[in-house]
């Protein structure tokens, strides 16, 4: 297990080695390392959650003209080479392709497992809190997009489609993923740590608001 995990973290680090800063090696780390916490209070296979977390931001939809596609398939490739069983690419491979915000948005997703619920815990903790409102506003000035708009309202209903094309302000990420994150978590561990990032968010937007309001 450890030569894998390793020969995976060489792989990551390369390939994302100049990547937006809220989806690079760093994100991955953090991510590889809430998912072993969370491991630890669930009945899941490691190796694969470890896989999972390692690979599941290889090749972004984002910064792939939305294609779902090309990080699973990278993904199957690398472990192909490195010679793991079928069984667990097979799984990894569906973990990556069913994690993301986005699949939620139209309804049950295709593939479910405890390991999956894990990673995609792990990754969503990546994206509130502290370092949630730092990837979310690095990724809006990467895509130069407002801070915000008191015109554009959020959008609460988007489908899967809208979501990846949207272009709206910054704070209305918040309310359109960020603040619906804490009721989404799948495990104990991640609904504890969820709750207390989600109050952090929220202390944040109040202080924005007020600050844009010229009220303190």
């Known amino acids: ?47 694969v959650v470890a896989l999972a977390a390692l690979l599941h931001d290889i090749a972004d939809s984002k910064f792939h ?19 793991v069983s079928s069984e667990i690419i097979e799984h990894v491979v569906n973990i990556i392709a069913n994690m993301s915000f986005n699949k939620s948005l139209d309804g049950a997703l295709a593939f479910t497992s405890k390991e999956l619920e894990v990673v995609q815990d792990a990754d969503r903790l990546d994206a509130i809190g502290a370092i949630g ?29 809208e979501y ?10 918040f309310y359109e993923k960020l603040l619906l994150l804490k009721d989404k978590m799948n495990t104990k561990t991640g609904k504890e740590i969820a709750q207390e990032r989600h109050h952090y968010m929220e202390g944040f937007l109040a202080q924005f608001y007020a600050e844009w309001n010229g009220e303190k």
């Open 133 to 161: 409102i730092a990837r979310c506003f690095n990724y809006g000035g990467f895509k130069n997009r407002a801070l915000y708009n008191p015109e554009i309202a959020p959008n609460l209903n988007m489908s899967k489609e």
């Open 164 to 173: 990846k094309k949207s272009t709206a302000p910054t704070i209305n990420h």
């Open 65 to 83: 003209d939305g294609d779902d596609t090309v990080g699973p398939r990278i993904a199957r490739e690398f472990l192909f080479k490195e010679n």
């Open 1 to 47: 297990m450890h030569t894998i995990i390793e020969s995976t973290k060489g792989f990551v680090k390369e390939t994302l080695k100049n990547a937006e800063g809220g989806h690079d090696w760093f994100h991955i780390e953090r991510v590889y390392n809430n998912a072993l916490l969370i491991a630890k209070g669930e009945n899941v296979e490691v190796l």
